[in-house]
T-cell receptor, first 115, second 110 residues
Framework: DGGITQSPKYLFRKEGQNVTLSCEQNLNHDAMYWYRQDPGQGLRLIYYSQIVNDFQKGDIAEGYSVSREKKESFPLTVTSAQKNPTAFYLC??????????????FGPGTRLTVL | QQQVKQSPQSLIVQKGGISIINCAYENTAFDYFPWYQQFPGKGPALLIAIRPDVSEKKEGRFTISFNKSAKQFSLHIMDSQPGDSATYFCAASNNNDMRFGAGTRLTVKP
């Protein structure tokens, strides 16, 4: 059963703590992405990776960090430097080639709440 | 700067009616235009997509109309059903750089 999994589904964090969100895919996709979703603002790109051991900042990377040590995994760390981290976080993957195969497939999301 | 503008923000349609959501983009380099459907608490799921070499694509009750010269595209949902109630996002992409509209919350009343 191929797809993208994210864990945990819900995450609560105290101010000042770092937390790591997990994203795993078994679609053999090269590219992986992290988005943040806030009400009424659509999806905003945090980080993306087109190949193992390489990643680039998206539009709102400040306060976040990522790693891409394996093709299947792209964890996101929300650091204490992120001023407003409460949001719904979505991980996606794609084959990594341009054109019709640009389709991004999304995981079920992690809802992070800062207490 | 918002590269993809989506309207309306919310839409209420009666069962059996037609739902129409519009998007406009700025970057002429975009070459792939998907629509995603998202239910509360879930990740977006690809609904239908189009490339700029065609003006229309239909899959079941869902149709994308694409106007390259106007840099606009729209989603039409025919015979709308209560189960279609969800948030819909348009997107535009080039070389894996995908930009999303702000979303339209569709409610289909029985």
């Amino acid at each position: 059963d191929g797809g993208i999994t994210q864990s945990p589904k819900y995450l609560f964090r105290k101010e000042g703590q770092n937390v790591t969100l997990s994203c795993e895919q078994n679609l053999n996709h090269d590219a992986m992405y992290w988005y943040r979703q806030d009400p009424g603002q659509g999806l905003r790109l945090i980080y993306y990776s087109q190949i193992v051991n390489d990643f680039q900042k998206g539009d709102i990377a400040e306060g976040y960090s990522v790693s891409r040590e394996k093709k299947e995994s792209f964890p996101l760390t929300v650091t204490s430097a992120q001023k407003n981290p409460t949001a719904f976080y979505l991980c996606a993957s794609s084959t990594g080639t341009s054109g019709a195969t640009d389709t991004q497939y999304f995981g079920p999301g992690t809802r992070l709440t800062v207490l | 700067q918002q590269q993809v503008k989506q309207s309306p923000q919310s839409l209420i349609v009666q069962k059996g009616g037609i739902s129409i959501i519009n998007c406009a983009y700025e970057n002429t380099a975009f070459d792939y235009f998907p629509w995603y459907q998202q239910f509360p608490g879930k990740g977006p799921a690809l609904l239908i997509a189009i490339r700029p070499d065609v003006s229309e694509k239909k899959e079941g009750r869902f149709t994308i109309s694409f106007n390259k010269s106007a840099k606009q595209f729209s989603l039409h949902i025919m015979d709308s059903q209560p189960g279609d109630s969800a948030t819909y996002f348009c997107a535009a992409s080039n070389n894996n750089d995908m930009r999303f509209g702000a979303g339209t919350r569709l409610t289909v009343k029985p």
